[in-house]
T-cell receptor, first 114, second 115 residues
Framework: GENVEQHPSTLSVQEGDSAVIKCTYS??????FPWYKQELGKRPQLIID?????GEKKDQRIAVTLNKTAKHFSLHITETQPEDSAVYFC?????????????FGGGTRLMVKP | ETGVTQSPTHLIKTRGQQVTLRCSSQ?????VSWYQQALGQGPQFIFQ???????GRGNFPPRFSGLQFPNYSSELNVNALELDDSALYLC??????????????FGNGTRLTVT
């Protein structure tokens, strides 16, 4: 089955700096890669996603890049703010036509210091 | 638009007991997935229901079972509870079509503690 590795497990940045979180996946058939943000005690919330027919996607301060050949994808957050502090999870879905059965990475705890 | 709602929010059970968790999907969604999130870890896929049938299952034993109802709501049942079943149980709904699956939207979860 699919295996998703996520690095780093913790990341501390100064407000205004950029943050990058990286994930690798094992199943070359995976075709959908979402990123979720989970604040303490709250639900995971989708912040951005990318499908395998696209190499990069951007939404304001957040961008995701995908390298299908190397089987890795990354989340980039620019101009970080204290409210960006949370745990971020990457995920991959390798099942076609049967819904999004996601395999999640272990999470990255991002701390943005004011 | 009504989001994904789960009940109860917290639950304490004793080892060996049975538990039922409930989920109402977001309006317009027809698929429900359940995930288990242990403390400090990423969610792990338990199973997914579409058209009232299980159409995918993760690496969980048969004592984890579920149902989906005609209104797309769902239940997760766990029999013979073990201490390791203590976790946050997340329900997520999505819209599954012939050529496109919408992103998952999660509920706030049920925190299950087994003592």
């Amino acid at each position: 089955g699919e295996n998703v590795e996520q690095h780093p497990s913790t990341l501390s940045v100064q407000e205004g700096d950029s943050a990058v979180i990286k994930c690798t996946y094992s199943d070359s058939a995976s075709n959908y890669f979402p990123w979720y943000k989970q604040e303490l005690g709250k639900r995971p919330q989708l912040i951005i996603d990318i499908r395998s027919n696209v190499g990069e996607k951007k939404d304001q301060r957040i961008a995701v890049t995908l390298n299908k050949t190397a089987k890795h994808f990354s989340l980039h957050i620019t101009e970080t703010q204290p409210e960006d502090s949370a745990v971020y999870f990457c995920a991959a879905s390798g099942v076609r036509g049967a819904g999004n059965m996601l395999t999640f990475g272990g999470g990255t705890r991002l701390m943005v210091k004011p | 638009e009504t989001g994904v709602t789960q009940s109860p929010t917290h639950l304490i059970k004793t080892r060996g007991q049975q538990v039922t968790l409930r989920c109402s999907s977001q309006s317009g969604h027809n698929t429900v997935s359940w995930y288990q999130q242990a403390l400090g870890q990423g969610p792990q896929f338990i199973f997914q229901y579409y058209r009232e049938e299980e159409n995918g299952r993760g690496n969980f034993p048969p004592r984890f079972s579920g149902l989906q109802f005609p209104n797309y709501s769902s239940e997760l049942n766990v029999n013979a509870l073990e201490l390791d079943d203590s976790a946050l149980y997340l329900c997520a709904s999505s819209l599954q079509g012939a050529f496109y699956n919408s992103p998952l939207h999660f509920g706030n979860g049920t925190r299950l503690t087994v003592t």
